[in-house]
């Protein structure tokens, strides 16, 4: 669960809710009836209602990272549900189980976090939905198949359905296999076109698009880090994820930015982890030089058949990852 900080968009939707963000610091973990009641009491509208309950749940509840360990993070363990014996009182539905496991342990993965979402909602009145699909995190395996890994909360606002992601809102995992804290405004009421970009349902109507792409497509194309949109990118080429080469050959890629001069005046995400070094199948590789129109191009020659991912940098973030296909039977006669 690895992410980046999205700057710019992000903070003109948190200064929209100055007021909700700092009462509900004061709220203290309770029952999910009582704890929505306490939330959403002071709402005048459905929208203040959902940012209450997102942003006390980012700042109360943590990223369990042992609980990933050797294993998918998106089930709930029943033997984990905290159930008593007694056998008279009827069984609490599931979500309201893990929720009540999620604050009192005020940890969860991101089925935790959204069952949570979903039973305050429930109780403040909110219609919503637990979503569940393939999210592209920034730390992808080589060989990772295409299932369904995380999840995430579709809501509605004002008649309309939104989309958001309260587990990443929370914080990000470190390279070191850490969870830090720390709230990006990013996926809540994420517009659909920028939450597709690392967000693809089981279902496809949950793309909320008119034309959703096909598993194909999103799977093929090249990773995009946040920092694509941080950074006003329009365009790429190559299109596709996967670049095949040989030893020796010399890749181009040529990115497009809407705005270049906004880049320098952009604060640089936390990407770099001094306490963990990284694969030697990873390469970052920096602009050809610093770009003086809307190009941003990029040249790298393959040096062996070592290479799996290539990252774009720009501004010490990085923008986007391909993975290069090195042809090895003719690396061999090469060398």
């Not at 029943?78 to 609490?92: A, Q, Y």
């Not at 993965?109 to 009145?125: E, I, M, N, P, S």
């Amino acid at each position: 669960m690895l992410i980046f900080i999205h700057q710019g968009f992000s903070q003109s939707k948190s200064a929209a809710f100055n007021s909700i963000d700092w009462k509900i610091r004061s709220i203290e973990v309770a029952t999910p009836d009582t704890l929505a009641k306490r939330l959403t009491e002071s709402c005048v509208s459905d929208l203040e209602k959902v940012r209450a309950i997102f942003r006390w749940i980012t700042e109360n509840i943590a990223y369990s990272v042992k609980s990933t360990r050797g294993g998918s993070p998106i089930r709930s363990k029943v033997s984990e549900l905290d159930d008593t014996d007694d056998f008279i009182t009827p069984l609490k539905p599931l979500n309201e189980r893990v929720s009540d496991m999620v604050l009192k342990r005020k940890t969860a993965v991101c089925d935790g976090y959204t069952r949570l979402f979903k039973t305050l909602c429930d109780y403040a009145g909110i219609c919503s939905e637990v979503i569940t699909g393939y999210a592209r995190t920034n730390i992808n395996r080589p060989g990772q198949k295409f299932l369904s890994n995380h999840s995430w909360n579709a809501v509605m606002v004002d008649s309309v359905w939104q989309l958001l992601d309260v587990t990443w809102a929370s914080g990000f995992v470190s390279y070191s296999d850490e969870f830090v804290k720390y709230y990006d405004d990013y996926y809540f009421l994420t517009p659909p076109n920028l939450f597709i970009l690392d967000h693809f349902p089981d279902e496809l109507q949950w793309t909320l698009l008119p034309d959703p792409p096909t598993a194909d497509e999103f799977y093929r194309t090249p990773f995009k880090c946040r920092a694509f949109l941080k950074y006003d990118i329009v365009s790429y080429f190559p299109k596709k994820g996967i670049i095949n080469a040989s030893v020796g050959d010399v890749i181009k890629i040529e990115l497009e930015t809407d705005n270049p001069e906004r880049n320098m005046q952009i604060s640089r995400g936390p990407f770099f982890d001094s306490a963990k070094s990284f694969p030697e199948s990873w390469v970052f590789i920096t602009p050809d030089r610093q770009p003086t129109t809307k190009k941003i191009r990029y040249t790298y020659i393959v040096p062996s058949t070592n290479v799996e991912w290539l990252h774009l940098l720009y501004n010490d973030d990085v923008i986007m990852r391909y993975r290069l296909n090195i042809k090895k039977d003719l690396a061999a006669r090469i060398d």
